[in-house]
């Protein structure tokens, strides 16, 4: 059974930074892509950050274009992690941040328009950004 969790949310004010890891399990790490999305309150949820990767190699990474210079996404294999570096955070990037896997051949997965289409959720993690 594929499991991801998230973790490392929390409150941080205005130009801080947070990393949140996306632990997954159920699949070996070697065909895959996981993508970071958002959804704030009153708003439809949004591809943040995603990244697949087959054998070690990694096949491509893509932002949402308001956290480009600003986000980072990287996986561990060594760890089944995948993280989300968030540094200079704004009050807007609040939300709660889930990750979301898919397995297999994945090589265009973050071509996809909001990387629509992963079969496999966490339940999520909050992050809070004061102003």
């Known amino acids: 059974e594929v499991q991801l969790v998230e973790s490392g949310g929390g409150l941080v004010q205005a130009g801080g930074s947070l990393r949140l890891s996306c632990a997954a399990s159920g699949f070996t790490f070697h065909d895959y892509a996981i993508g970071w999305f958002r959804q704030a309150p009153g708003k439809e949820r949004e591809g943040v950050a995603c990244?697949?990767?087959?054998?070690?190699?990694?096949?491509?990474?893509d932002y949402l274009e308001s956290v480009k210079g600003r986000f980072t996404i990287s996986s561990d294999g060594t760890k089944n992690t995948v993280y989300l570096q968030m540094n200079s955070l704004k009050p807007e990037d609040t939300a709660v941040y889930y990750c979301?896997?898919?397995?297999?051949?994945?090589?265009?997965?973050?071509?996809?328009?909001?990387?629509?289409?992963?079969?496999?959720w966490g339940k999520g993690t909050l992050v809070t950004v004061s102003s």
């Open positions: 990244i697949s990767s087959s054998d070690g190699s990694t096949y491509s990474v």
């Open positions: 979301a896997a898919e397995v297999g051949y994945t090589e265009f997965v973050c071509t996809r328009p909001g990387y629509y289409g992963m079969d496999y």
